[in-house]
């Protein structure tokens, strides 16, 4: 069965801190993996998609990169993180995108 | 562009009772899917229903229903004998081609 690992589940930073956050798939070859943020009592922002090793489209210009280096690995990162970089970020992958996607359990990034 | 929009930040409904959420989005597309999806205060993202814009039959799962007028752009979720376990944010979204758009979602309380 198709499983998505994401970590750590919460983290704490200082301001001008790098940042990594990892997310991979089992079960599954060739996903769509997506990255996006829910600010505080908001909805969801797509920051960055992969269709495949190598291709990210970004969706917002901002403090965040985003890299996949193997087929089922989705990493997001940043050199210097912001204040308004907290949040909770969610990855999630999808086959078929008419069938939506599956999500991971989030990480709570809290920058200070 | 793609918009999704939900125009109640909050509701509430007594136990075993039906309560409608709204959604409305804006698309020039004739081929998209429509989903719905839970967020409990676990933050995990559930998939609740979903509805292909070609089928005119409103999608439904078990207790979940939605109502989908393509030509007002309208896709509400219905959710009948509502339970305690419902309680939860709820998020409409729009999907073609690689991506999915949410709205900013519904806040739903089921009072005992």
């Known amino acids: 069965s198709q499983t998505i690992h994401q970590w750590p589940a919460t983290l704490v930073q200082p301001v001008g801190s790098p940042l990594s956050l990892e997310c991979t798939v089992e079960g599954t070859s060739n996903p769509n993996l997506y990255w996006y943020r829910q600010a505080a009592g908001r909805g969801l922002q797509l920051l960055f998609y992969?269709?495949?090793?190598?291709?990210i489209s970004s969706e917002v210009p901002q403090n965040l990169s985003a890299s996949r280096p193997q087929d089922r690995q989705f990493i997001l990162s940043s050199k210097k993180l912001l204040l308004s970089d907290s949040g909770f970020y969610l990855c999630?992958?999808?086959?078929?995108?008419?069938?939506?996607?599956?999500f991971g359990s989030g990480t709570r990034l809290t920058v200070v | 562009a793609q918009t999704v929009t939900q125009s109640q930040p909050e509701m509430s409904v007594q136990e075993a009772e039906t309560v409608t959420l709204s959604c409305t989005y804006d698309t020039s597309e004739s081929d998209y899917y429509l989903f719905w999806y839970k967020q409990p205060p676990s933050r995990q993202m559930i998939l609740v229903i979903r509805q292909e814009a070609y089928k005119q039959q409103n999608a439904t799962e078990n207790r979940f229903s939605v109502n989908f007028q393509k030509a007002a752009k309208s896709f509400s979720l219905k959710i009948s004998d509502s339970q305690l376990g419902d309680a939860a944010m709820y998020f409409c979204?729009?999907?073609?081609?690689?991506?999915?758009?949410f709205g900013k979602g519904t806040r739903l309380h089921i009072l005992p």
């Open positions: 992969s269709v495949g090793i190598g291709q």
């Open positions: 979204a729009y999907n073609r081609d690689d991506k999915i758009i």
């Open positions: 999630a992958w999808s086959v078929l995108h008419n069938y939506g996607y599956t």
